[in-house]
């Protein structure tokens, strides 16, 4: 569960990112956080990942408390968020199965685990029949389904996807965002931040609007006005 | 950090150092230069050090015996001298040895043919542990019943004294400067190996890898360079070092240069070697992550 209480984060530079944001998200609902460039939802990604530390207001997220987490449990809190990204942000150097491995690698797996467990999450996403080849050799639809395929792999409870087909064509985006339900559908928490209103409307989910670093808008209904 | 772990860590490690190959090429090759300036001026400190302190063995305190001495009385003083603490070596030399010496040091001179050994008197040549407690040693000297004069140089002592001294201040400073310039260099050379891999690192922390397991591979990383640079720089220094040393045996024909065999500097060199690329490498390649890991 994610849940912002009366949230308000500065900066040095004396911008004000948030101001008093509250919003609760339930555990394996699929929520967009939409919102002008500018408006906030870096930072309210930044706070949920521990990057940030809010002003002030509390923020949980999974059974953490991000306004008094220690630095040592961040690692820990970052297991049960898996972040997808615009860019992808993928190893070119590695393969896909690598790059999916590295991830369970990266928090201490046992080579059993990786072995059993990378082909199982490569055919959730379809990419079974690719696990050798790499990054370079993908389309841009593959290469989000490769990187949601490492948000997945460690099993976290949430995912948030950054701008996830902002790189894609409206095919792509249509099919990046049904994987993304399907993965919502087995439980996983999705928030998904994006620019694409066809999108959001599409998928009739709980839309939550942001704008000068203030919630303008929840609802459920996958309509809103910013 | 699982133990199972370990394994994949320290591999990772090695296959860093082949995977980002010119990287690794360009912190060996900085190491080896770094080492080899720092080793061979090290060397050249130790050895003109050794040099000095021998010329300085040479500034002698001569104790002249009294006159009135037989020479078994003159030659039992001897004991006595050696019993000096400071006193490393006291040599017996009779008046006709002395008169020997002394034509010898005027290239055989005619005018001294005729000079009768009996107006010199026995010595001794005493050769301090010493010389900058020169001055006390030959107060003790003429202390001893028998001396009738002690002479001594202690202007070229206390010159020598100073020499070294300022030997002593000037090759820890440049090696100071050596080293620290080195450490800058090589800290550089690894920060921009870390730079190259960044986006590794900025994904392992995201996905929830703890500091201690990006570190690891890393820091393998680095000792294993460091050790690298620091064997190859080692041998390369004993083979300039036996270069210079024959091919100054065979220019120096006056023997002004001595310089001491490199199996002498083998083993605190190596040492040295080893320590320097170990805290290059590691020391290094943990600072310069801490940079990317504040993500």
């Known amino acids: 569960m994610i849940e912002f209480n009366e949230v308000t984060k500065s900066y040095s530079v004396g911008t004000h990112a948030l101001r008093g944001v509250s919003m609760q998200i339930e555990d394996g609902e699929f929520a967009f956080l939409i919102g002008p460039s500018g408006s906030g939802k870096s930072t309210i990604i930044k706070l949920i990942t521990g990057e940030l530390e809010p002003t002030s207001g509390t923020v949980h997220v999974n059974g953490y408390s991000l306004d008094r987490i220690r630095k040592r449990e961040i690692p820990y809190l970052r297991r049960t968020v898996g972040v997808v990204f615009q860019d992808f942000r993928l190893i070119e150097t590695k393969t896909v199965y690598e790059n999916v491995a590295f991830a369970m690698r990266a928090i201490g797996a046992r080579e059993d685990e990786i072995r059993d467990r990378v082909p199982y999450i490569l055919e959730l996403v379809g990419l079974e029949n690719k696990s050798r080849r790499h990054p370079t050799e993908l389309s841009g639809g593959e290469q989000q389904r490769l990187a949601i395929a490492r948000a997945l792999v460690n099993n976290p409870s949430t995912i948030i996807a950054d701008e996830p087909t902002g790189n894609l064509d409206p095919a792509m985006s249509l099919e990046i965002m049904s994987l993304l339900q399907e993965i919502n559908n087995l439980g996983t928490t999705m928030l998904v931040v994006t620019h694409d209103r066809d999108l959001v ?25 910013v | 950090m699982k133990v199972t772990n370990l394994g994949y860590l320290i591999k990772e490690g090695i296959r860093g150092i082949f995977l980002h190959g010119f990287m690794s090429f360009a912190a060996v090759i900085v190491t080896v230069a770094c080492l080899v300036i720092v080793g061979g001026f090290s060397s050249l400190v130790y050895n003109v050090n050794i040099m000095v302190e021998d010329l300085n063995k040479t500034n002698e305190i001569v104790a002249i015996v009294d006159a009135s001495l037989t ?7 001897g004991t006595k001298i050696n019993q000096i603490d400071n006193v490393f070596q006291a040599e017996f030399k009779t008046r006709e040895k002395a008169l020997e010496e002394f034509i010898a040091d005027h290239q055989n001179d005619p005018v001294f043919g005729g000079v009768d050994a009996a107006t010199l008197r026995h010595r001794y040549v005493v050769v301090l542990e010493n010389n900058e407690l020169m001055e006390d040693t030959a107060a003790q000297l003429s202390l001893i019943p028998g001396i009738a004069e002690v002479k001594a140089d202690f202007e070229m002592a206390a010159g020598f004294i100073t020499l070294q001294n300022v030997l002593h201040v000037a090759s820890i400073a440049v090696i100071a400067v050596l080293l620290v310039v080195s450490l800058l260099i090589i800290s550089n050379t690894v920060k921009l190996a870390m730079y190259d891999r ?9 996905v929830g890898a703890t500091n201690g397991f990006i570190r690891l591979p890393f820091v393998v990383e680095g000792f294993m360079l460091g050790m690298i640079g620091a064997l190859i720089s080692f041998f390369m220094l004993w083979a300039m070092y036996n270069a210079l ?3 100054l045996a065979e220019v120096d024909t006056l023997k002004l240069f001595n310089f001491v065999p490199f199996s002498e500097l083998l083993a605190p060199m190596i040492a040295t070697f080893m320590a320097a690329g170990l805290f290059v490498g590691i020391v290094g390649s943990w600072t310069s992550i801490r940079k990317f890991m504040d993500v």
Do not use: L, P, Q, T
């Open chain 2, 198 to 206: 960044k986006d590794e690192i900025a994904i392992m922390k995201m």
């Open chain 2, 71 to 77: 020479d078994a009385e003159a030659r039992s003083i």
């Open chain 1, 201 to 225: 409307e599409r998928f009739g989910k709980r839309v939550i609007a942001i704008n000068d670093g203030v919630v303008v808008h929840d609802g459920m209904d996958g309509y809103y006005r």
């Open chain 2, 245 to 247: 040393v024959n091919r």
